[in-house]
T-cell receptor
Framework: AQKITQTQPGMFVQEKEAVTLDCTYD???????LFWYKQPSSGEMIFLIY??????QNATEGRYSLNFQKARKSANLVISASQLGDSAMYFC???????????FGQGTRLTINP | DAGVTQSPTHLIKTRGQQVTLRCSPK?????VSWYQQALGQGPQFIFQ???????QRGNFPDRFSGHQFPNYSSELNVNALLLGDSALYLC??????????????FGPGTRLTVL
């Protein structure tokens, strides 16, 4: 069964520093997608970045990049030059081929300090 | 470009009552998924609707039911409410033809409180 593990309940980072949020996953499928979402206190889940299991390059979207290590089954999110507005819950999620559902981790609460 | 919208924003019900939550997908999307997010947890998949039919269902009892309309909007119905049904209910829309890169875009959610 697919499972997502986020081991950092909370992270505190100084503004303008880079931060890495950890995500490990478990699946027996060879074809899957990995997603990161940001959830501010308002509740809406905001899509950040996607990585496919067959993608050879790490995904990047502006200040967000995904450190994808397939053999270790990890998909860590890296946020460069953090900003106060980055303070939020961050969720890692996975979708297997042929499945419709996203499976989410428990999330990491990121706090950016000025 | 209108994003995913949900109504109502907040809802308070008592145990045993029934509730209906509504969702309009992002423009151009044809698939709607519903998730339940308990406080301090990640979202849990309830079910997904495509072409007005339930395509996949998560581990939720039959008290949870849904519907999709010809305009792709969707409703989530919960009968015989329990205290444990208190949660944020998130709707997500996507494009069925998107394949593995198919990204689900979420609405702002409906916060349901059961007293």
């Amino acid at each position: 069964a697919q499972k997502i593990t986020q081991t950092q309940p909370g992270m505190f980072v100084q503004e303008k520093e880079a931060v890495t949020l950890d995500c490990t996953y478990d699946t027996s499928d060879q074809s899957y997608g990995l997603f990161w979402y940001k959830q501010p206190s308002s509740g809406e889940m905001i899509f950040l970045i996607y990585q496919g299991s067959y993608d050879e390059q790490n995904a990047t979207e502006g200040r967000y990049s995904l450190n994808f290590q397939k053999a270790r089954k990890s998909a860590n999110l890296v946020i460069s030059a953090s900003q106060l507005g980055d303070s939020a819950m961050y969720f890692c999620a996975m979708r297997e081929r042929g499945a419709q559902k996203l499976v989410f981790g428990q999330g990491t609460r990121l706090t950016i300090n000025p | 470009d209108a994003g995913v919208t949900q109504s109502p924003t907040h809802l308070i019900k008592t145990r045993g009552q029934q509730v209906t939550l509504r969702c309009s997908p992002k423009s151009g999307h044809d698939t709607v998924s519903w998730y339940q997010q308990a406080l301090g947890q990640g979202p849990q998949f309830i079910f997904q609707y495509y072409e007005e039919e339930e395509r996949q269902r998560g581990n939720f009892p039959d008290r949870f039911s849904g519907h999709q309309f010809p305009n792709y909007s969707s409703e989530l119905n919960v009968n015989a409410l329990l205290l444990g049904d208190s949660a944020l209910y998130l709707c997500a829309s996507s494009l069925a033809s998107g394949g593995m890169t198919d990204t689900q875009y979420f609405g702002p959610g409906t916060r349901l409180t059961v007293l």
